[in-house]
């Protein structure tokens, strides 16, 4: 019988080849936020946040949503995925001095339907 390796990785780094963008849309609000991704927390995958932006104040560490993810290979289709906030941070003096860095961790695939 032969033994077949399983990555057990809690979160693997290639969204970031798979992924350019992320939308969040947000039931109450009429705003829809769109955020490239970005590999440079050292949490993981994350966006950057304007301070002054709606969104911050409607995102609580551990919210899980279904957001929006455009692919980088555009002959894919766009997904719905099961993502949790992870980790909300700001930037005080690095690269990204001021911003917020949110941080996302993909649970599960919803494939392409929103409705889950």
């Keep these: 019988m032969e033994d077949h390796l399983i990555e057990r990785r809690s979160e693997p780094r290639s969204i970031?080849?798979?992924y350019?963008?992320?939308e969040f849309s947000i039931s109450e609000s009429?705003?829809?936020?769109q955020f490239k991704?970005?590999?440079i927390s050292p949490k993981g995958t994350c966006v950057l946040v304007k301070?002054?932006?709606?969104?911050?104040n409607r995102l609580k560490v551990g919210?899980?949503?279904?957001?929006?993810?455009?692919?980088t290979?555009?002959?894919r289709p766009i997904e719905y995925l099961e993502t949790e906030?992870?980790?909300?941070?700001k930037d005080e003096k690095g690269r990204f001095k001021g911003l917020y860095l949110v941080g996302l961790s993909i649970l599960d695939d919803l494939s392409s339907n929103p409705s889950g």
């Design 30 to 33: 009429t705003f829809v936020y």
């Design 37 to 39: 991704i970005w590999d």
């Design 85 to 89: 906030i992870r980790h909300i941070a």
């Design 16 to 18: 970031i080849d798979q």
């Design 51 to 56: 301070e002054d932006s709606g969104l911050l």
């Design 63 to 71: 919210d899980i949503m279904n957001l929006k993810y455009y692919t």
């Design 73 to 75: 290979d555009s002959s």
């Design 20 to 22: 350019y963008s992320v």
